[in-house]
């Protein structure tokens, strides 16, 4: 099973809107609505940001979004801050044998 | 609060075996599954496995498929992960992470495979 695709980096200025993108196929991301993400700063373990494609955990900032078309599923960061600055990671089911994929992951920079 | 909480740091030889532990507390724990994902130093994320707390069914990642295993203990909450034939690409950062998906029954699961709580995170370091 293949790691999904996500750009190796992403960056924006304080306020911007940036948006991350996630490419798998259609045993994964396409043919189910099990796409999270995770956000992981240095040094820590990784957060869940959004599951199930476009839910918020409680406590997360409405600033963070997802969505899915197709075999690419996105995550929205809007008025971006300082302290998004991080690593950001997106995993969905598949149904192949391992029955989680992560992806690439991508280092975002806020300028 | 939920809280999982792992095993110190180990350093092994090539061809020994590691066990890791993860404790759980704040939640009920056999209402989830915990799964196990590693990070080798500089690189993302790999999911290893799941196993449900529930009933103690396992899936393994097809590339650990015989060298893993996961098993808990309900009378502790505590949830282990055993790596055996240690290489030197094992060396990473282990995590343990409360899974959404709590069991699996005739085919089916149960939750929506994400992974709200991690663990601190266990290095494991091999090297002769």
């Known amino acids: 099973q293949s790691a999904l695709t996500q750009p190796a980096s992403v960056s924006g200025s304080p306020g911007q809107s940036i948006t991350i993108s996630c490419t798998g196929t259609?045993?994964?991301?396409?043919?189910?609505?099990?796409v999270s993400w995770y956000q992981q700063h240095p040094g820590k373990a990784p957060k869940l940001m959004i599951y199930?494609?476009?839910n918020r955990p409680s406590g997360v900032s409405n600033r963070f979004s997802g969505s899915k078309s197709g075999n690419t599923a996105s995550l929205t960061i809007s008025g971006l801050q300082a302290e998004d600055e991080a690593d950001y990671y997106c995993?969905?089911?598949?149904?192949?044998?391992?029955?989680?994929?992560f992806g690439t992951g991508t280092k975002v920079t806020v300028l | 609060q939920v809280q999982l909480v792992q095993s110190g740091a180990e350093v092994k030889k090539p061809g020994a075996s590691v066990k890791v532990s993860c404790k759980a507390s704040?939640?009920?724990?056999?209402?989830?599954?915990i799964s196990w994902v590693r990070q080798a130093p500089g690189q993302g994320l790999e999911w290893m496995g799941w196993?449900?707390?529930?009933?103690?069914?396992?899936n393994y990642a097809q590339k650990l498929q015989g060298r893993v295993t996961m098993t808990t203990d309900t009378s502790t909450s505590t949830a282990y992960m055993e790596l055996r034939s240690l290489r030197s690409d094992d060396t990473a950062v282990y995590y343990c992470?409360?899974?959404?998906?709590?069991?699996?029954?005739?085919?089916?699961?149960?939750?929506?495979?994400?992974?709200?709580?991690w663990g601190q995170g266990t290095l494991v370091t091999v090297s002769s």
């Open positions: 704040g939640y009920t724990f056999t209402s989830y599954g």
């Open positions: 259609s045993s994964d991301v396409g043919g189910y609505n099990y």
């Open positions: 995993s969905s089911y598949t149904s192949s044998s391992t029955r989680n994929v």
């Open positions: 196993i449900s707390a529930y009933n103690g069914n396992t």
């Open positions: 992470a409360r899974d959404s998906v709590g069991y699996c029954s005739g085919g089916s699961c149960y939750g929506e495979y994400y992974f709200d709580y």
């Open positions: 199930e494609v476009s």
